[in-house]
DNA sequence: CCCGGCAACTTTAGCGCTTAAGTCGCGTCG
DNA sequence: CGACGCGACTTAAGCGCTAAAGTTGCCGGG
């Protein structure tokens, strides 16, 4: 029934084009990939009969003659894969995607346990070939992973950097300048007592979060600080949480590093029975559906996951195509001040 | 500095095997797959010396002599992608990576906008033999999909099935007993007016999960039911909760299709000033970090998307060793009873 | 003692495509 | 008018691996 193409039905290749238009395998070849040696009359007829017989070149045959196999890798360690953060690294995948499939990648995705697992994941990647590149993400201090990919001679890119060794470019989001914005919005509406309730500071990026959490208290002079990692769970969020507004005098802001640990925070202060944000105000380190359609609604710092991906799969396939890319540092996140540190504004239209 | 391995550095073939060994390429073929027609003693021999050098099979080489590409493909349209199913997916995801990669398979990814664009994926990469199979996820109602990649000859599971043309084998979840047992639990906990706010039944699991509710209505005599399809918004799950709720009587149990709807409704009762549970009670058809986290904790239906996730890519395997699979269905989700439709209930250790 | 048969290889061919190195006819320049 | 250059192809080789079809050498049976 209609054009019934089984899994039979030989897939077509350059040799059933060449016969159909009468020349060499090599002539269509030239003819398909506009390269010199044909006439332009010989191109059409070869294009024509590339379309009629619905070809495309087969992937394997391509890779092997010296081709890319148009394929990039990211891995994800389930460390760096904690219920916070999903989201974060799901949209960050298909703001990749589009840019990559617009290009004709393909996205290879692998998740592993450890560091050292998502290193033998790029040995194994590199010696079977199977992809020209791969991004890494969730940068820690001392990471082994920018040099290891470096010596393995595959092209890497990595998001959220910059890379502390300078060896593999990369794609960063100014958490300095955003954790400033967060301050002195804090400091607008009048605060003086913050804390800041963050991750791992093996993370690289909770580690500069935190300096300029620091750099920021000073330079606008907000005189009492104090910061907390977590480890990013619900519990570490609610424990952090009480303690924190235990202290006297307590903290009138907190700022959280993700959505889990500030829903867990939220929580905990409606059970000490303070009021959001005449008591406390909480800003989150991320935008999510949850922040607002929670009430009072979060204060929350939005960036855009889907094109930082954009980003970052743009530069790796120049590293790929050869060129020597450059740090790029994306466009600041923006603070979305939102009811739990302005309170109710009636006139607040959004 | 230590083993230096740059790209330069040509990767070992099967030649280099051979000629270490003192003998043909074909002869490490069969050594290394397991193949009659060498000693065993040559057979050592050809291991030792593969391992010595590094050696793995090139990707794209295997591939052209005809076995497959040990890469299944998934393609999510961007509908699909609403934020309330964004980690459901991201989880289904990893939990087929856990048992792809086990077997060295690669997962290839795409995004796309509609499912027709889906389904020139398929062809594209069933033209550049990119993919040994895909897997298939939320199926609609007339869903072109199953019938094209039996027609493209390109082994498929659906995920979340049973493919109503039975074309296509799959993995499914239980949706009906699921719904019964939410309903079971709200007519003990002594509900007798029940709202379900679901998603769009354009979906095939929510057109069933809306046939099972309108079921167990009448098998739990149930009497007063009713039903509204949203499109998984928090906007519509606020305008859909009030209005519910403006009805008189009004239904004093919620069933939620998602978080984002969900949360959005929570924020809808709160307005109107009613208590959860004792106005009215909310239970939410998946279990995210945020139901454990609200106040009151919202009672939620658990499934395991990564175990899903696991079976999935299982059976995909088997379709694609030629294993003829049976649609298979998941264990039924449990319902996780929290404050949202038991109240507080301070013996409640867990 | 010769031959079939078998183990243990080797040779050859080929997967689908690219590319370097021809080949051939034709217009052109000295 | 002949060598030369060039456009338009064709041939051949090869990417790394597999698999079918040889090729040995050795052993046992008739």
């Known amino acids: 029934m209609g054009l019934h193409m089984g899994s039979d039905a030989r897939r077509p290749t350059l040799r ?7 020349i060499s395998e090599a002539a269509a070849s030239f003819a398909l990939n506009g390269k010199p040696g044909v006439s332009e009359a010989t191109r059409q007829r070869v294009l024509q009969a590339a379309k009629e017989l619905d070809w495309a070149p087969h992937h394997a045959a391509r890779a092997l003659t010296g081709a890319g196999t148009a394929t ?15 989201l974060f690294f799901h949209r960050l995948m298909t703001g990749m995607q589009a840019v990559l499939s617009r290009r004709k990648y393909a996205l ?30 969730d940068l820690r201090r001392n990471d082994p992973r920018p040099e290891a990919v470096v010596e393995l ?11 502390p060794a300078g060896v593999v470019p990369s794609v960063s989001i100014d958490d300095a300048a955003a954790m400033t914005s967060v301050m002195r919005h804090l400091k607008e509406t009048g605060h003086e007592r913050v ?40 519990g570490a969020g609610d424990s952090a949480t009480t303690s924190m507004l235990r202290g006297d005098p307590r903290p ?35 935008d999510t559906p949850v922040c607002t359609v929670l009430q009072p609604a979060l204060t929350a710092l939005h960036r855009d996951p889907a094109g930082f991906g954009a980003d970052v799969a743009e530069r790796l396939l120049k590293v790929l195509a050869g060129e020597k890319v450059a740090d790029f540092e994306e466009r600041v996140p923006t603070l979305v001040a939102r009811a739990s540190t302005v309170g109710e504004r009636p006139g607040d239209a959004d």
Chains 1, 2 share one sequence.
Request: proline share 3%; net charge negative.
């Open 195 to 234: 804390a800041y309730l963050s991750g791992p500071i093996s993370l690289l990026h909770v580690h500069r979060r935190i300096e300029s959490f620091w750099r920021a208290s000073a330079d606008l002079g907000i005189a009492d600080c104090r910061s907390h990692a977590t480890d990013f769970s619900a």
């Open 153 to 163: 001679g595959l092209p890497a890119l990595i998001a959220g950097g910059p890379d």
């Open 72 to 86: 990039v890798g990211l891995v994800i360690a389930r460390s760096a894969q904690d219920v916070g953060s999903e």
């Open 16 to 22: 059933d084009i060449a016969d159909r238009v009468g």
């Open 252 to 286: 009138t802001a907190l700022i959280y590093d993700n959505e889990v640990l500030a829903v867990a925070g939220v929580g905990a202060i409606r059970r000490m029975a303070l009021r959001i944000p005449e008591d406390v105000a909480v800003v989150v380190w991320e």
């Open 108 to 137: 290879l995705l692998q998740v592993v346990d450890s560091v050292d697992e998502e290193i033998a994941v790029y040995h194994a990647w590199k010696r079977e070939n199977r992809v020209d590149g791969v991004v890494l993400v």
